[in-house]
């Protein structure tokens, strides 16, 4: 079956003796039981709901995985992964990472003993020499956000399993139709669902999808033993918003190609970071792992006062952080999403401060352009 079909072909309600089209939303804590010394399929919706089952399922299968799990957030995904680590266990980490996962990884978990080191794993033979035996944990974005630099992904996979560790790749800024981390090696793939899963800017969710039945009965007991689960009505959005997946990212992605190369040819941007740009130093590689190159793209104005103007000019494009919904996003990473990265990993990773994000939604092309172009316009003509 074809990723398009994949999408919608699903049991929605097992066992429901209704046999509805859309998932129903069980709305419930708790299930009554027949006995008292052995429990029926569900029991308590913390250890597992019947809505939730089906979403966990459906994006194991989206993944090509065996078994999925959905949690509150992408930052409780995330720390659910970290738990699989114990104290004098390390982290070896991309240095293009989400700020809030830095911040998880360098203001929480190191109060457990947990150590985390960043490297740059876009010069490969550099970041396998900082594996040492103590590394259990290998943990790269592809692309990265802001600066949508792509990892390569093989190759990570291969240095985690020549010694010992496991590869979790954060797949964000992809979604299951661009890229399955799983298929290049990794052991975890992990969503912020908040983005293109949902698609709509109206929940926040995170995602883990495993094929190793070891590693999947881990993730559930921590997932179950801290609380971490996505409630039923946000598993009943997101089941909702993954049904136009392909439509929203296909548009989307088009729309961000059109943006991309306008900019390249604007004589006040800088420098465009895209990895669907031919010239782009990513595209092969890019090409060589996923199938398109998503809808996220940066840019430079060698201004900060520029950028900051062209982002408040702009009207199509809202000033939010997140990425990966139907409207469009413009955000300055270096004083918004990214504010909450330790300021010496910051000055580490040459963010340049006059960066602009933009996540291209499903508008018109040439409005977005014509938006775009009046912001560029404005911003630099005082
Ligand atoms: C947004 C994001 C996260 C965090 O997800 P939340 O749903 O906001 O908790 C993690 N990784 C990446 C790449 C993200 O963009």
Known sequence: MK????????????????RPISTPIYQTATFEQEHTD????????????PTRAVLEKHLATLENGTRGFCFSS???AISTVTRLLRSGDEILADSDLYGGTCRLFSKVIDRNGIAVRYEDARAPEQFEQQITPLTKLIFVESPTNPLLRVIDLRRMAHFAHAHGALLCVDNSTMSPYLQNPLD????????????????HHDVTAGVIVVKNEALAEQIYFVQNAEGSALGP??????????KTLKLRLDCQQQNALAIARYLASHKQIKQVYYPGLSESCDFDLQRSQARGPGSVLSFTTGSVEISKAIAEYAEFFHITVSFGSVTSSISLPGTMSHASVPANLLAERNL???????SVGIEDEEDLIADLDQAIHRATSH
């Open 3 to 18: 990723f398009a079909s994949r999408l919608v072909s699903f049991d929605p309600a097992p066992g429901d003796r209704f």
């Open 38 to 49: 052995s429990f029926g399929e569900y029991d308590y919706s913390r250890s597992g709901n």
């Open 74 to 76: 992408g930052m409780a």
């Open 184 to 199: 290049l090696g990794a052991d975890i793939v992990l969503h912020s669902a908040t983005k293109f899963l949902c698609g």
């Open 233 to 242: 009505f946000d598993c009943f959005l997101l089941l909702r918003g993954i």
């Open 352 to 358: 340049p401060p006059d960066l602009v994000r933009i």
